[in-house]
């Protein structure tokens, strides 16, 4: 697992957005993996920004999105469907037919989940997944307890999770308690993954997820047998971290032909 710490979230969506767009110009027919919340936000805000100024193709990508709530239809303002046009899709050359969400509002739940982990084989899978980080631990909606080899299923959200996406519903509105979400064994079959984490509060899980063991309370700690995963987080998320000068060290010390800043 590569760690690498950028003095703030600005600093870090940018090196992040370089690394998506680097994997898009390698291939223009890249398949993504893309995550919702307030983490990539800036990081949509960058890769609309190289889109629109320096022409960053992405017509011939392919999406596919970690998770999305059940029972929300794709135009509720807290669906991630309506997040993901907003934030990015209808901003970007995407052409919709290449873009994946699972639908919350199915009536077969397993054969919808089944179907949307066949679309991801039938697309080559994953060539980059970008994840955030749950303060409990979480990517995708694999709350701990998640089996570390599940797959695309229905998952219920930990008190912690409601809480903490509370914001993102109105006051007084019911929020879901179950997503349906990419599993760990479907996030680990990614070709890279590359999480990001910033703040204050994503400190202590951030250290169990790099240098704790790996465990299914940390889900994210699958990562650490990922072949090809890179984590960057802002100073403030890496405050906890035990080996924080040697990261800092392998960063400053990466060969040329590795960077892609
Ligand atoms: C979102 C997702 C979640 C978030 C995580 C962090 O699609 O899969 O794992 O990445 O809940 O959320 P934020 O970024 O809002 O702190």
Same mark, same amino acid.
């Given at each position: 697992m590569e760690v690498i710490i950028k003095q703030d979230a600005e600093a870090a969506s940018l090196l992040g957005a370089k690394l998506v767009a680097s994997v898009i110009r390698k291939n223009p027919s890249s398949v993504l993996g893309l995550a919702t919340g307030s983490t990539p936000l800036k990081l949509y805000k960058n890769l609309i920004e190289f889109h629109k100024k320096?022409? /960053?193709?992405?017509? @011939?990508c392919t999406t596919f999105n970690l998770d999305e709530y059940v029972? /929300?239809?794709? *135009?509720?303002?807290? @669906?991630y469907h309506y997040f993901m046009n907003e934030n990015l899709f209808r901003h970007i050359n995407v052409p919709q037919k290449q873009v994946h969400i699972p639908d =919350?509002?199915?009536?077969d739940v397993p054969l919808h989940c089944l179907e949307y982990e066949t679309k991801m084989r039938q697309a080559g899978g994953v060539d980059l997944q970008i994840l955030g980080i749950g303060? *409990? =631990?979480?990517? =995708?909606?694999?709350?701990?307890?998640?089996?570390?080899?599940s797959r695309t299923r229905i998952k219920t959200l930990t008190e912690k999770t409601l809480t903490d996406n509370a914001s993102f519903f109105k006051s007084g509105e019911t929020m879901p308690h179950h997503v349906l979400t990419m599993g760990i064994g479907t996030i680990m079959e990614a070709k890279s993954c590359l999480l990001l984490a910033f703040g204050e509060k994503k400190a202590d899980i951030v250290a169990q997820m790099v240098e704790g063991p790996i465990t299914s309370m940390v889900p994210a700690s699958a990562l650490q047998w990922h072949r090809s995963a890179t984590v960057i987080v802002d100073e403030a998320a890496s405050?906890? /971290?035990?080996r924080l000068e040697y990261y800092r060290w392998v960063y400053q010390s990466k060969p040329e032909w590795q960077r892609f800043e």
């Open positions: 320096e022409g /960053l193709d992405f017509s @011939s029972g /929300l239809s794709p *135009d509720h303002p807290s @669906s =919350g509002q199915t009536q303060t *409990d =631990g979480h990517i =995708g909606f694999n709350e701990p307890s998640s089996s570390l080899s405050t906890k /971290l035990k």
